[in-house]
């Protein structure tokens, strides 16, 4: 049959392909969970950025001129300024 050379020959192939096995696997599997735990970082920053964007939009304090450059002074509208329709009335005396 097979001498006892060849055996061990055989048996350290085999040894050898399924310690690289293994190790491989593991290097696929750290790499895997790098890439997912990237993505995940990654959605979270942009779920902060965004709750960020909607707190900045909703305290916001409200304008007083409207897109027209006008401003407002209709004193029961919620975005009436009182400071600002002053000046702007005081701004029109000087002229």
């Known amino acids: 049959m097979a001498s006892a050379g060849v055996n061990v020959l055989r048996y350290s192939a ?3 392909g399924v310690s690289y096995g293994f190790y491989h696997q593991s290097n696929i599997n750290a ?4 890439a997912q735990v990237d993505r995940d970082f990654a959605h979270q920053a942009s779920l902060i950025t965004q709750a960020k964007a909607e707190f900045k939009k909703k305290n916001m304090p409200q304008e007083s001129v409207t897109k027209g450059g006008e401003v407002i002074s209709d004193p029961n509208d919620p975005k009436f300024d009182l400071e600002g329709y002053l000046t702007a009335l005081m701004g029109e005396k000087a002229k």
């Open 31 to 34: 790499l895997n969970h790098k």
């Open 14 to 16: 085999l040894f050898a």
